[in-house]
Antibody, heavy 120, light 105 residues
Framework: EVQLVESGGGLVQPGGSLRLSCAAS????????MSWVRQAPGKGLEWVAN????????YYVDSVKGRFTISRDNAKNSLYLQMNSLRAEDTAVYYCARRGAAAGNYFQHWGQGTLVTVSS | SYELTQPPSVSVSPGQTASITCSGDKLGDKYACWYQQKPGQSPVLVIYQDSKRPSGIPERFSGSNSGNTATLTISGTQAMDEADYYC????????FGGGTKLTVL
């Protein structure tokens, strides 16, 4: 069974930093693109970042470019999101998501999410 | 940037058919997928590659995609189908629609 378990969320002041982690199990982690998707309170889903299987390609939504860094450790079956210079508008539940095996750039599996609150 | 537009809300009576649309420029030329999200839960994939159902998703969920519109259809809608539904496609980046709240009256 595929499992994605996020951790690392919490309350942080504007301008602060936070590192999210996602522990993956139940599949060959190194074979899949992985992503972070966020959802602000009461709002819709927003893709944040993608990373290729070997970490050689990374993509970000414009609003986080230069502030967030996605990375992975295939030996540890783990995905990360380093978030710097946090803003109030970054407040959201952050989901770790695994792409599906077929063509089409869809997310077949999601974690339970971790809440990040940026507030003074 | 690419945009996907969904109606904010759709209502349906139990047992009837619900249709939720997702509009985007030449969306039919791309793959569309759909997620269901119930309050306090993570999204669940219900349709991928326009019309395919993942394992475990009931047959009453179906999808189509042509021209500028993708449609999620729920036949014989049940109370348990009440949720938010999001379409998603890819156009040089992952794009989500704004979501549609499905109410089963």
């Amino acid at each position: 069974e595929v499992q994605l378990v996020e951790s690392g969320g919490g309350l942080v002041q504007p301008g602060g930093s936070l590192r999210l982690s996602c522990a993956a199990s139940g599949f060959t982690f190194s074979s899949y693109w992985m992503s972070w998707v966020r959802q602000a309170p009461g709002k819709g889903l927003e893709w944040v970042a993608n990373i290729k299987q070997d970490g050689s390609e990374k993509y970000y939504v414009d609003s986080v470019k230069g502030r967030f860094t996605i990375s992975r450790d295939n030996a540890k079956n783990s995905l990360y999101l380093q978030m710097n210079s946090l803003r109030a508008e970054d407040t959201a539940v952050y989901y770790c998501a695994r792409r599906g095996a077929a063509a089409g750039n869809y997310f077949q599996h999601w974690g339970q999410g971790t809440l990040v609150t940026v507030s003074s | 940037s690419y945009e996907l537009t969904q109606p904010p809300s759709v209502s349906v009576s139990p047992g009837q058919t619900a249709s939720i649309t997702c509009s985007g420029d030449k969306l039919g030329d791309k793959y569309a997928c759909w997620y269901q999200q119930k309050p306090g839960q993570s999204p669940v994939l219900v349709i991928y590659q326009d019309s395919k159902r993942p394992s475990g998703i009931p047959e009453r969920f179906s999808g189509s995609n042509s021209g500028n519109t993708a449609t999620l259809t729920i036949s014989g809608t049940q109370a348990m189908d009440e949720a938010d539904y999001y379409c998603q496609a890819w156009d040089r980046a992952v794009v989500f629609g704004g979501g549609t709240k499905l109410t089963v009256l």
